[in-house]
């Protein structure tokens, strides 16, 4: 056998292509390939979002010149037809959730750098990550290939209720394929990433020394593990429903067009939206928090400060962890919820927001006494921090079920929670890339450029979100092809047609992060030292690019996370793994950095 | 009537229970944006004067003060009285005290993709026994045909007539997929579950027409799903009853 495992002799073996760039078990290559499938989907899913803007601004008006490139069966001379727009809407969903986002901030950002943060030198069970990836892209190309099957994608909503979602055409099965790739990929991250946050832990980093990001990935891991395995099983069950005659979701005596359905029947549709909350309100706060680690990492850093309450924000994010999985019934509210069980629902959602306010508080008292630099990376940071603001305080309503009576499944809910995973998380991402860029390519990106895509992203982002607050607050249920078809949907009509033409905006304003992300690859300006930004965390203390091992010695750490403008330093910066020099009270330490 | 019923931000409210979830609703709003507002002050007061150009070295040690606890307490104490004097008795008369059927209307609507059908139980109130293996497209309910008491039924179609200041109870049930039963201007918001008979009830306070949507997505015609609340005099109502009844009894209409 010429295999050489991976843990001799780090980083100094010749690997072919194939094995270096595609079935790679290096931890930073697994978390590129997740970073670049994912930003791609992103665009995807942002892309299927604008041509429903298209529909919602103009309704039944002929798209132009794209709409004539989706042929007759979803937009007949450029106008969209009602079928193919819920499958627009169901693939944004699905796509920006499972394939966007969580692999973004979980498998992208969480594999490179988490292993870098805690000093190791690749994650506990390398071959387990990559088989992770991989499943995960099946996943996406079966998401995919669903666009092309007769009767075209999923069309019933990303939470896929049934008896509808049952009733679908053959897309829904193709995406409950695709989601059961999906979740098997996350389950064997999340076991990947606690094994490796508890085991793998250089000398000296307690649990809490751990950078906050780390924090926020390990609770992310639990509730990955914790939450999917009950939707994985919800998924197969409504796969049975679907292609084995079995009636999990599906009643007796349904009559669907005037046709009685030939079903056992006997079962429940209610069951599949507890099976499917269950996860995706913890899946709620596998968006948020990685999302709160990476703003964490950079606010400290450009605060040059460390973290106001650094524990209280552990202790918070655990609590958070915890709580999410009390509180999924909240979704569902209107479906004839009595008195015992929606009290203990609607309380468990007030307490769930305690930590979220907590969080945000030590955030912001964190710039008091900062000497905040307004690098690119920190702009996002700072701006995630009252569009997540808006995006909590706006599920206060939601999760009253008195004021729920009347917001439930308005615009107001596609407001509250693109405010947390919009310019909330995605913020955040952003922040994320433009932060640890340098140290994966050794460039940095173009300032300016990252500045233009900052503020034109913040205006047309919210030029989206806030309107939908009033359009919901009209009374405009969601997921509607035309809202005009009711008198209040018309009177808020041109609200609709303003957040189309943000949406639209906003993607131009891509095009600033796109090219910039591009050219700087190659053509950045090169890093002037393995710490551009002057941090303490231990992903600084590598070469740069990080090598095949990670730390050419494995690093020992000294102290708390972010010790920034320690008083008596002569710079305004202690890493973790610097041995304090003379001028503390300690020994001198021998200075082998 | 001039008095415009939509807007920009919560429509007329035409019910007895709403005008509890529209104080709800703004107070909510209020006490969310002096919270936004008051903290958002205090970013930028940050952001402007901690930036690096006026202060070139941070302090190290965190900010003292108790501002922002006893500002974390009073959130948790306001959301506390919301919860608990304004959200949970609201709730519970809503789902609870459901008025005297004698005293109040009672209809079944049952929704399907993507109509509602309205069924009242004709001149002697009692409505007809119904089973899916009876549906047709001439009897949408599903009526039983050996039922008597289902002989006078009558189902208006995306219509659902009321009289103004009296109770009404609807029993909510679904063919095919989950719909949900909203009516903006009554802040009414019921899922429609198949399988299942929910009931809801409220009180119209005002005369007019307005739109019930569907709030649950329910498939390609989900957006079209629109019914219309007609809320009227008793003597209205009452003339529209006996019509319908009375082309039930002289066969103009098909419905059993």
Redesign the interface.
Known sequence: MAEHSHNDSHGHHELGFWRKYLFSIDHKVIGIQYTLTALLFLLLGFSLMMMMRWQLAYPGQPMPWIGKLFGNTNMPEGIM???FY?QLGAMHGTIMVFLGVVPLAVGGFGNYILPLQIGAPDMAFPKLNMASYWVFACGGVVMLISFFVPGGAA???WTS?P??AN?ATMGQTIWLIGMVFLITSSLLGSVNFIVTTVQMRVEGLSFFRLPFFVWTQFVTAFLLLLAFPPLEAAGVLQLMDRIAGTSFFL????????Q??EVAGG????LWQHLFWFLAHPEVYVLILPALGIVAEVIANN????L??YRTMVYSVIFLGFMSFIVWAHHMF???M??TI??FF??TT?II??PS??IL?AL??S????????TVPMLFA?AF??MF??GG??G??LG???????????YYVIGHFHYVVAPGTIFALFAGIYYWFPKITGRHMNTVLGKLHFWFSLIFMNGIFMPMF?VG???V???????T????GA??QG?TAMGSWSAWMLGLAQIFFIVNFILSIRGGKKVESDNPWDATTLEWATPTPPPHGNFPETPVVYRDPYE????GSDK?FLPQHVPDSGNSTSEPASADD | MEEK???????IDISTH?H??DW??NW??V??IA??VG??V??VY??VK???GS?????????KGKV?KY??IG??IV??L??VG???P???Q???DFPDPANAQVVRVVA??FAWNVHYGGKDGVFGRT???F???DNLL?LDPDDDAGKDDFNAINTLHMVVDKPIIVHLSA????H?F?V?VL?????V????E?KVWFEATKTGTF?I????????????M?GQLVVESEEAFKTWFDEQASEIETGEDDFF
């Not at chain 1, 249920?477 to 809202?483: A, I, N, T, V």
């Not at chain 2, 202060?55 to 900010?63: L, S, W």
């Not at chain 2, 063919?175 to 989950?178: M, P, Q, R, T």
């Not at chain 2, 802040?187 to 899922?191: F, I, K, M, Y």
């Open positions: 037809v009602p079928e819920n069309q019933s909503g209720y008896p509808l009733l009643p007796s005596g349904l009559v669907v067009t005037g009685l359905l079962g429940n549709p209610l605060t040059r400060r460390p106001w309450g209107m479906t004839g009595g008195t929606s009290t609607q309380t007030m927001s305690v306010v907590i508080t912001a008292l710039l008091h006494g900062a000497s905040i630099r307004f700072l921090i009252p603001a808006i305080l706006t206060l309503p009253l079920t008195a004021s729920d009576l009347h917001l439930h499944d308005t009033f607050m009209a009374g249920s969601r997921r509607l092809y035309d809202q078809q009711y008198a209040y009177q808020v609200l920034y403008s320690v008083p305004d | 019923i939509y807007g920009y931000w919560l429509p709403g509890v979830i709800l609703i909510l709003h006490f969310m919270l936004f903290w958002g205090f970013f940050c952001l901690f930036r690096k202060n070139p070295h941070a302090t190290y040690d965190p900010v922002s500002v974390e959130v948790v959301e506390a919301l919860l304004l959200s949970m609201l709730w519970a809503f789902k609870n399907e993709q089973a899916p293996q549906v047709t497209s599903g063919k095919d997929v989950i949900s909203k903006p802040r009414l918001t019921q899922d579950i198949p399988g299942q929910i739109d949507a569907c709030a649950q997505l329910c498939g390609l015609g989900h957006y079209r629109r």
